[in-house]
């Protein structure tokens, strides 16, 4: 182990570090060498009723400064978080196993960013002058008021950032509760914006499974809450949230069609393909794990897929060389595993990997199938690692109505050069987010969200807004009162 990972308490709840270890114990592990780096305890009850009421305390007071005061403080975070980019990568490399060379430039600045660009919206959120002849109406933008952010395990600083700037830029205050897999990245989220000036309560990280999730989404004191995490759980969530009328934003899974033309450069589309089935060890949501290769180019782009692919650097996450990493656990890898065997026992082709590093750690080797049918468990199923799945089609009405045929919505990209196809098929896929001539590319000024089961509601730019505040109409009447008696 290279760095002091474990942190001064497992929680973060007014204001400063909390401990209570009568909750179940957590223990968290690096993924590159299965060592025990830190050990948590869950949130017992007392912990979830410290955090709800210190944010119910200090959100009013919040709400009430101007939003140039409330940016400013995000801003000043955002600073500290770029000055701190590379303690914060190594922490994260060393919650996930993501390799630093990918850490470095994807978490901590992606978060940062989200603060920055929240922080700047802060002080630009008005309602809005309505004439109404005579008479007129205005709105009012209202902060929500308490906010439960709940994220998945693979980007656990960026998930923290990206429902923790809007919630904050609008005046709201947030209880995150991580991945208990990855639990430690929250917490420094949590210090740097109490040390740019955030007042107490404000922002409070508890940790916990599923059940301090369940709590915390149907405390009637939470006004809204935002998960992160795969379609089985969100379906839990917004379930629970439907009971108290709450208001939700699900970021979930997907199975993402990514659809190569004969047309296309192929380099650019297979380096597309690699940004989308093999970053994060293919653990990313919007992945486009459906690799749609027009039949005459197929042979080209599987030759140059697998020679790319040959040059990746396994090993050593915290080694800058190094671009590909372990899985983030025993139990990812051993689901991993499990589609992969199955892939091969329906028929799909194994062109490349498949097997498991001889290395401590959880490593897989990339995976590339060819000869996939739509039926196949491996096309059809969220797989959440490193396999890609090529599949051929002749023309573009047959691929768009394939690429459909999922009943998720998050992603979906096109290579082609002509440019009027491009468009046809961005306006024919049936997701939230879409690529031409590029994959999984994800900032701020973006947004970014899913369509079907994907999820509801929409992260990052101002439209993420709209799913921290809500509006108060006021009728305001200039004249005398007509009544029918
Ligand atoms: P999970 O759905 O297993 O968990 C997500 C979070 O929800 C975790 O913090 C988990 O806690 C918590 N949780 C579990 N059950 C409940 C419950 N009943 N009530 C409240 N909270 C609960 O997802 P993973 O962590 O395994 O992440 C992988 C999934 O996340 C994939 O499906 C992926 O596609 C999706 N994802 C979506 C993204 C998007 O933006 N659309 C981005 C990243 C990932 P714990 O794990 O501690 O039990």
Request: charged residues 20%.
């Amino acid at each position: 182990m290279t760095y002091d990972t474990q942190p001064k308490a497992s929680h973060f709840v007014a204001g400063a570090y909390l401990e209570d270890t009568g909750g179940a114990e957590i223990e968290v592990i690096y993924p590159a060498s299965g060592e025990v780096i830190a050990r948590l305890h869950s949130a017992t009850p007392k912990v979830i009723e410290a955090a709800i009421t210190s944010a119910r305390a200090a959100q009013k007071e919040w709400a009430a400064m101007t939003g140039t005061a409330r940016g400013r403080i995000l801003r000043r975070a955002a600073d500290l978080m770029r000055a701190r980019n590379r303690e914060l990568s190594q922490l994260e490399t060393m919650d996930t196993g993501k390799p630093l060379q990918e850490t470095l430039v994807a978490d901590a600045t992606s978060g940062a960013d989200a603060l920055e660009y929240f922080g700047g919206v802060a002080a630009t959120l008005t309602g809005q002058h309505i004439p109404l002849g005579q008479d007129w109406a205005y709105t009012i933008r209202e902060p929500l008021g308490l906010c439960v952010g709940i994220g998945a395990w693979n980007y656990p600083t960026q998930i923290a950032c990206w429902k923790g700037a809007p919630a904050l830029a609008c005046g709201n205050a947030m209880i995150f509760k991580p991945s208990e897999t990855t639990p430690l990245c929250a917490l420094k989220v949590a210090e740097i914006l109490h040390e740019a000036g955030l007042p107490a309560g404000l922002y409070n990280v508890v940790q916990g499974m599923g059940d301090v999730g369940a709590a915390l989404v149907s405390d009637p004191r939470v006004d809204k809450v935002s998960l992160t995490g795969s379609v089985p759980t969100g379906r839990k969530v917004y379930a629970a949230a439907a009971e108290g009328i709450r208001h939700v934003t699900m970021e979930l899974g997907g199975k993402s069609p990514l659809v190569v033309f004969e047309d296309a450069d192929i380099e650019d589309a297979v380096s597309g393909a690699i940004l989308g089935n093999f970053y994060s060890s293919g653990q990313v949501c919007s992945n486009g794990t459906r690799v749609f290769v027009q039949r005459s180019v197929l042979e080209p782009f599987l030759e140059r897929l697998t020679a790319r692919l040959a040059d990746a650097v396994i090993g050593d996450p915290l080694d800058e060389a190094t671009s590909f990493g372990p899985l983030v656990s025993q139990r990812q890898l051993d689901i991993v595993q499990g589609f992969i065997a199955r892939g091969q026992a329906t028929g799909a082709r194994l062109v490349t990997g498949g097997q498991r590093l001889d290395l401590p750690g959880y490593y897989l080797q990339p995976t590339v199938f060819a000869d996939v049918t739509d039926e196949m468990e491996i096309a059809r199923e969220e797989i959440f690692g490193p396999v890609l799945s090529v599949l051929t089609f002749d023309d573009e009405e047959e691929v768009l109505r394939r690429a459909n045929d999922t009943p998720y919505g998050l992603a979906a990209g096109v290579f082609t050069r002509d440019l009027a196809r491009a468009h046809r098929m961005v306006a024919g896929f049936e997701a939230g987010t879409c690529y031409i001539n590029t994959y999984n590319l994800a900032p701020v000024e973006m947004p970014f969200g899913g369509s079907k089961l994907s999820g509801v509601g929409r992260e990052n730019s101002m439209a993420a807004i709209e799913h921290y505040s809500q509006l108060k109409s006021v009728y305001v009447s200039m004249g005398t009162v007509e009544a029918p008696f």
